[in-house]
């Protein structure tokens, strides 16, 4: 049996962890929290970032902190996790939904403009796969309309674009340190501040709305209740879990891109024939390996290949049904969003982990092209 995913350690996990229980010091902002974070500042260029238990917590701190509220509105692509939606309306805002690009699955930057009101406060564009979104013309665009850019880069850690982090976009990002991603700790995340005007807050958004970091500081000499927060922290074990991966970073992104391009070479005779679709790639940027997704003719094309290739052992799966006509979702602004609809039904992603093997990528390749035959 191939898995669709399977998490990768680097080994150090456990050494690291076992000097936290040593050292006796297990609560959020201690040594380890504080190396991923000066890691995290590093390579990707932001003001601040902090170290959060999920990437869904690091969405939720982002727009607490964007001052997202009751009667706002954000813009956001109808594919993508429920994450993303949930953090707008648990600040009471409604989410709207945009169409996507087929050839990346990202939300369409010439389908925005029509979506904004006088209530649009920000646009949140979701990195699927790690590839990057048209963000020239999604940051001029908010630039003209006074909105804020607050991407979801659950998946993005590592990718770059015209020479830059893909993460050093917008005011603000949320990363995702999830099991399934590229570097993980089981749960975790961070929020990027990269407009430093958000630092102060941020400091105290995260600990539950005391301005107890200054007190850590010296800065005052005692701390209180200054603002709404919550418990954004992390603790040290998970802190100490995830700087092991962050070490070993670019390791495990380039063992991921090279089997994303396995896949993408063998797979080119299939799309020759009209079988199927490979993503494109972004001009100028370059993604991080984080899935390889394909598109099939039709919803039933690729029901049946899920179905097929799990009988030959292989786990290859379906991903986001779009949030515009979940139950939920047509809670807010119903839509019809034809490219989400049609595509998410067709899009399959095949096993991609650290582990595999470009011979494994080679077998399901073939397992697919005797599935697509038959
Ligand atoms: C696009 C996107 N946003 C948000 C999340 C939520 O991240 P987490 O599972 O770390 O809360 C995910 C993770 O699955 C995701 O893929």
Redesign the pocket.
């Known amino acids: 049996m191939i898995p669709f995913n399977k998490p990768f350690l680097t080994g150090n996990e456990r050494i690291y962890i076992e000097e936290v229980l040593k050292n006796g010091r297990f609560s959020g902002n201690n040594f380890f929290s504080k190396k991923c974070a000066s890691w995290l500042e590093e390579h990707t260029r932001c003001s601040k970032a902090i170290v959060v238990p ?6 939720e701190m982002m727009m607490i902190l964007a001052n997202i509220g009751p009667g706002d509105e954000v813009i956001l692509p109808s594919f ?2 429920s ?2 939606a949930n953090a707008v309306v648990l600040r009471g805002a409604a989410p709207v939904f945009a169409d996507i690009r087929p050839d990346t699955m990202n939300i369409d930057e010439k389908r925005i403009e029509a979506a904004i009101t006088s209530r649009t406060k920000a646009i949140c564009p ?3 796969a790690g590839a990057a979104c048209d963000m020239e013309a999604i940051e001029s665009l908010a630039k003209r309309h006074g909105l804020l850019v607050l991407p ?1 880069a ?2 993005a850690i590592g990718s770059v674009c015209k020479g830059r982090p893909l993460c050093s976009y917008g005011q603000m990002a ?1 990363l ?3 099991e ?2 590229n570097l993980h700790c089981g ?3 961070a929020l990027l501040i990269n407009d430093a005007s958000f630092v102060e807050r941020g400091e105290i958004v995260m600990e539950k709305g005391t301005d107890r970091s200054k007190f850590f500081r010296g800065e005052i000499d005692k701390y209180s209740w200054v603002d709404i927060g919550s418990s954004f922290l992390v603790n040290e074990i998970t802190a100490a879990f995830l700087y092991a991966q962050l070490e070993q970073a670019e390791k495990i992104i380039e063992r991921r891109v090279e089997l994303w391009n396995c896949y993408y070479r063998e797979l080119e005779p299939l799309e020759k024939e009209g079988k199927l679709r490979r993503p494109a790639s972004v001009e100028g940027c370059t993604h991080n390996g984080h899935i390889f997704w394909i598109l099939l003719n039709d919803a039933a094309a690729r029901d049946r290949a899920i179905y097929a290739l799990k009988e030959k052992g292989i786990g290859a799966v379906f991903h986001y049904v779009p949030l515009h006509d979940a139950p939920m979702g047509l809670r807010f602004s119903p839509r019809s969003l034809p490219t989400a609809a049609e595509y998410s039904a067709r899009l399959l992603r095949l096993p991609l982990y650290a582990e595999m093997t470009p011979r494994e990528t080679a077998q399901i390749a073939e397992a697919l092209s005797e599935v697509l035959s038959s």
């Open positions: 999920s990437g869904t917590a690091a969405l993508t996790f994450s993303t979701v990195y699927y979801d659950a998946q949320a995702s340190f999830h399934t991603k749960e975790g995340g």
